[in-house]
């Protein structure tokens, strides 16, 4: 088997759990043993233990994204607040905010209850301005929060002295602060997770293709067809976000986006003194083309960021997880915000994640025809992973009753499909461009202004 493609695998090893052997039948089969589809099988178990549930993956549990992602458990939402505002109402955004703050240390907790250790650490996250414009952006940002009745205390600016008792990076202004944020380390959450559904009596079975799924209608329940055998159903849950294209009938449900990380060789102390993060917050910058970072537990610097183009007709091939001009991009980043560093990057990797036609993560539960499905978390989907599963759990074993989870204002309401090539192709790499060709704008301004104030400075003497 080649290696596993992230710095998260550099310590730990894949399973090699047996694969199906013949058909079977349960009450739920999942597609997918990334944390959608374990969370969703604990979450199941938690609730009925008499359940008969199983996991069919590919290759094996936290091969795709859940394996390779920068470990932020993130209070985020892929919808800008003001459109969730305009489409749900603010009282049905309130709830969604809330819960996904609430739900960030939930995660932790109940990875604690099932004895994974995943380095959680709550120390929320900072994203630095390091330009006037980037300054502008950050404060509007605050206060448009502030008009959504988000509280200070969820979401503040911190001036550059305040924000240099957390954590300093070169040429920051000041930051966004926000506490709903703890980082992990990514497979330790997911390879605890396939142990606890295991030891609650779910079944899962790698390196298993599904191959096809079969809709159920009327009296005929939906089934699975795979590489190993039949799954015969009550309910199959598809839970495979950026590979999901590669499913036939799938292909314009979500686009597979690429993310891209490196890793630094750990950090002296005397280093990170410099720098703080002692807490161990989660950071980006203002830039328009998303980067993310975390301070790993062996004192790494962890960083990833978007960039990579899209794929025409949505094709996923290993290829694509690297790319040397985005791993150039992101140490330039990376040197940029930390001047000083002058470790050696030791890991690069990537892989696909899913984004719905509108942005909206989406949790289905069709009871005619027994399919279901969660995703399109866009790159949020560590914490997002764990609610849709809730809402998946509560949906199947408790239809009769509205809960927290099932009555999110996303939950049952599904995206459009996205548009034929070429227009995906177009529209979607247009996006990168221009977002890629801003931040260069940007920069550009930010050094010029520099230079004039320089000037202005240097002839008043
Ligand atoms: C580089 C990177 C960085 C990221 N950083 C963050 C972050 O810091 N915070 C955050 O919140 N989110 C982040 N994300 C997104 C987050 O990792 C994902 O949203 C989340 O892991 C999705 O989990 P999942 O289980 O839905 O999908 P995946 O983890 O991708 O799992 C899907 C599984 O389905 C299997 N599968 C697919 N097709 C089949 C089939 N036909 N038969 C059987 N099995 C199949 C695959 O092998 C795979 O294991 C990042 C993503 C990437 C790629």
């Avoid at 505002?85 to 939930?106: C, I, K, M, N």
């Avoid at 598809?238 to 490196?262: C, D, K, N, W």
């Amino acid at each position: 088997m080649p290696a596993p493609p992230s710095l998260w695998w550099s310590d730990l090893e894949p399973t090699a759990r047996e694969p199906l052997r013949g058909d079977i039948d349960v009450d739920v089969a999942i597609v997918g043993g990334g944390y959608t589809g374990l969370w969703t099988a604990r979450e199941l178990l938690r609730r009925d233990p008499h359940l008969r549930v199983a996991v069919l993956e590919a290759r094996y549990c936290g091969f795709g994204a859940s394996g390779r992602n920068g470990g932020w458990v993130s209070a985020l939402f892929p919808v800008a607040a003001s459109t969730v505002v305009r489409r749900f109402g603010l009282d049905a955004y309130t709830r969604l905010r809330q819960l996904l703050q609430e739900a960030v240390p939930r995660l932790g907790i109940a990875a604690q209850h099932d004895g994974i250790d995943c380095d959680f650490i709550q120390g929320g996250t900072l994203s630095f301005a390091r330009s006037e414009l980037q300054e502008a952006r950050a404060r509007h940002f605050v206060t448009a929060a502030a008009d959504l009745r988000v509280p200070a205390e969820d979401l503040r600016w911190l001036e550059r002295d305040e924000l240099h008792a957390v954590a300093r990076v070169d040429g920051a202004r000041g930051a966004v602060y926000s506490p709903h944020c703890a980082r992990i380390h990514p497979v330790r959450l997911v390879q605890g997770l396939a142990s606890a559904v295991q030891r609650n009596g779910g079944d899962i079975y790698e390196n298993t293709v599904v191959t096809r799924i079969v809709r159920g209608a009327g009296m005929r329940r939906p089934e699975l067809l795979t590489t190993h055998g039949r799954v015969r159903a009550d309910f199959v849950v598809r839970a495979t976000e950026g590979f999901t294209p590669a499913i036939a009938h799938q292909r314009r449900s979500v686009v597979p986006l690429y993310s891209l990380m490196i890793a630094t060789a750990p950090l002296d102390d005397s280093w990170w003194s410099d720098y703080g993060f002692l807490n161990f917050p989660t950071f980006n910058d203002e830039r328009h083309l998303l980067v993310y970072g975390q301070r790993t537990a062996d004192n790494r610097l962890a960083f990833g960021g978007r960039g990579s183009p899209y794929h025409f007709a949505s094709t996923i091939e290993p290829r694509f997880d690297t790319n040397d001009a985005v791993f150039t991009h992101l140490n330039q980043a990376l040197h940029d915000l930390f001047a000083t560093l002058d470790a050696p990057i030791t890991h690069r990797w990537g892989g696909p994640l899913a984004m719905t036609r509108d942005k909206f993560p989406f949790v289905n539960v069709d009871f005619d025809s027994g399919m279901c499905a969660a995703g399109g978390y866009t790159g949020d989907g560590v914490t997002l992973s764990y609610v849709c599963a809730n809402a998946l759990a509560d949906l199947i074993v408790t239809p009769e009753q509205t809960t927290d989870f099932s009555s999110l204002a996303f939950v049952q309401s599904p995206s459009r499909r996205w548009e034929m090539e070429p227009l995906r192709w177009v529209g979607i790499n247009t996006g990168i461009a221009l977002a890629t060709y801003a931040d260069h704008f940007e920069r550009r301004r930010a050094r010029e202004s520099h230079a004039s104030r320089w000037l202005t400075r240097l002839l008043g003497e």
